[in-house]
């Protein structure tokens, strides 16, 4: 799975009219989120707003912690979080054009500050709990990271950068199963290109 950054932090855009006040990432719906920070929860959101349903998660120097567009959040106001405890599921509710987490970070004086320094432990929380089951293009494609909007021209940035992999990768089976029978061989190198491409386009 390729993490995206689909709208940075301030950009406006037909979705955001006015400055995003986090970041949004592509990411499945239902992927487990873990809590990047530990403090208190102080507030969650219903689904009723634009954010969706949602939690905010007050830490310890008073800055606030927003998670949007969720599909279940699985913690209460005033409940302690611990770092890297589930606080609930990734969705596509309220304001959300496709499933994504949006995270924000609220200083204490209330203005928005840009969360993107924070961006490698969400993406890594983000996986957590997933099926614990080693992908090589997951575990490759954890490696990029892309600032980009279009779908398509995600897709094709993403063939470019995992194309020379998948050759590799394909030609390595190749030669492994060569050993055996040739047939098999191309089989498998074959089934490798498909499962590399299925891979890109199911992220
Ligand atoms: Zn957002």
Redesign the pocket.
């Known amino acids: 799975m390729i993490v995206r950054i689909t709208?940075k932090f301030g950009e406006i855009s037909q979705v955001h009219k006015t400055p995003?006040t986090?970041i949004?990432l592509a990411l499945p719906e239902n992927s487990p989120i873990k809590a990047i920070t530990e403090g208190v929860v102080d507030r969650i959101y219903t689904g009723t707003g634009s954010i969706g349903k949602g939690l905010s998660i007050q830490m310890e120097d008073g800055t606030r912690a927003i998670y949007?567009h969720m599909n279940d959040v699985s913690v209460k106001v005033g409940e302690r979080i611990e770092h890297g405890e589930i606080i609930g599921l990734t969705g596509n509710t309220g304001n959300s054009t496709g499933p994504h987490l949006?995270f924000g970070l609220k200083g204490n004086d209330g203005s928005f500050l840009d969360p993107t320094p924070l961006l490698n432990k969400i993406i890594e929380n983000g996986k957590v709990g997933q099926i614990p089951q080693f992908n090589i293009w997951e575990w490759l494609g954890g490696k990029i990271t892309e600032v980009t909007v279009g779908r398509i021209a995600d897709f094709i940035a993403d063939f470019a950068l995992a194309f020379p992999i998948i050759a590799v990768v394909s030609f390595g089976v190749y030669s492994l199963l060569g050993i055996f029978s040739k047939t098999v061989a191309k089989l498998g190198a074959l089934g490798t290109v498909f499962y590399g491409i299925l891979s890109l386009i199911s992220t």
């Open positions: 709208s995003h986090g949004d949007g949006h």
